[in-house]
């Protein structure tokens, strides 16, 4: 997600120009052309100032870099960083080299549609989890359309007598959704998990591997142009598991600064809240982050202790 309004206006200058050259150029080899074939190439050229005004629009793009990020196959939408913006005026330029330069013959021809975003989250308090995955859009991850996401994950956490070490990972497909005020995301799909148990003797046990059904589902709003505020909700049969957070921001210091909670719990009666604060869409070379810290509360544990979180996001 850009960082700043005068980043889009001189972005929205450059393309501008680069329109006006293209434009200029091929009305002046149409010179000898009738006047039909110069009144096309001026139509062409009101499309482009259109297309570059909803491209660079700041209000719009800050939901169509992408998703959601995501913490345990979330990606959101997503958004932001050096990377989409050099990605944004990529596809920007070939899209106006395409307009203005293509022929009858190169008409009908289309690169590929596909569009991917790569994430990772990390999680570290009495417990730790760790996680990884894609998001793949079959049109583009900054349109409607269907989207697919993966993840493979892995964590660590004390219960009682015993120490619960898991990998889990789902695979599933859904829709995303796009309206002025944001975007909302649903998937469905197939997750599996295994699982050791350690005791205090040292003497470990791997569980059977247990399959089943996720249903994940988001929603990135923005209700105003300086805020932003996030839901998801995971929940799983493999484990009888639920995951939630609820999160808002107001964007400060090229980032948006707010409080977070998190809720956590499964079929062993394992319980965890989360309530802190974090700071979402910082910039670190070519990939966007989330810095998250506050108190948590286990079922495994008495008194609160602290948590810190880190998720990545990037565009591939």
Request: glycine share 12%; net charge positive; proline share 4%.
């Amino acid at each position: 997600m850009p960082s700043g309004r005068s980043h889009f206006t001189h972005q929205q200058n450059n393309l501008k120009f680069l329109s006006c050259q293209l434009i200029s150029l091929k009305l002046s080899r149409a010179t000898n052309r009738d006047e039909t074939s110069r009144n096309l190439w001026i139509e062409r050229g009101k499309s482009l100032a259109t297309f570059n005004r909803k491209l660079i629009s700041p209000r719009t793009d800050r939901f169509r870099t992408g998703f959601n990020p995501r913490e345990v196959g979330q990606p959101l939408s997503a958004i932001g960083g050096r990377a989409r913006d050099a990605a944004r005026r990529i596809a920007a330029l070939g899209s106006l080299a395409g307009l203005v330069l293509a022929t009858p013959a190169s008409a009908g021809e289309t690169a590929s549609p596909a569009s991917l975003l790569l994430f990772g989250s990390l999680e570290a308090s009495p417990s730790v989890f760790v996680t990884t995955g894609a998001k793949l859009a079959l049109d583009r991850l900054d349109r409607e359309g269907f989207v697919a996401l993966a993840n493979l994950g892995g964590g660590r956490r004390r219960e009682a007598t015993l120490t619960r070490s898991t990998a889990i990972g789902a695979v599933v497909f859904g829709y995303q959704w796009f309206a002025d005020w944001g975007v909302v995301a649903a998937y469905l799909g197939p997750e599996g998990s295994v699982e050791m148990e350690t005791t205090g003797c040292g003497c470990a046990r791997i569980l059977p591997a247990r399959f089943g059904l996720r249903l994940h589902g988001e929603v990135w709003a923005r209700p105003s142009d300086e805020t932003l505020l996030t839901a998801t909700l995971v929940l799983g049969t493999t484990r009888t598991s639920a995951w939630s957070r609820l999160a808002w921001g107001y964007r400060l210091w090229g980032a948006y600064l707010g409080p977070e909670g998190a809720l956590y719990r499964d079929e062993t009666g394992y319980r965890k809240w989360n309530v802190g604060l974090h700071a979402t869409d910082l910039a670190l070379g070519r990939f966007s982050l989330r810095l998250s810290a506050g108190l948590q509360v286990s079922s495994d544990r008495r008194d609160a202790g602290p948590y810190v979180g880190l998720t990545a996001w990037t565009p591939w």
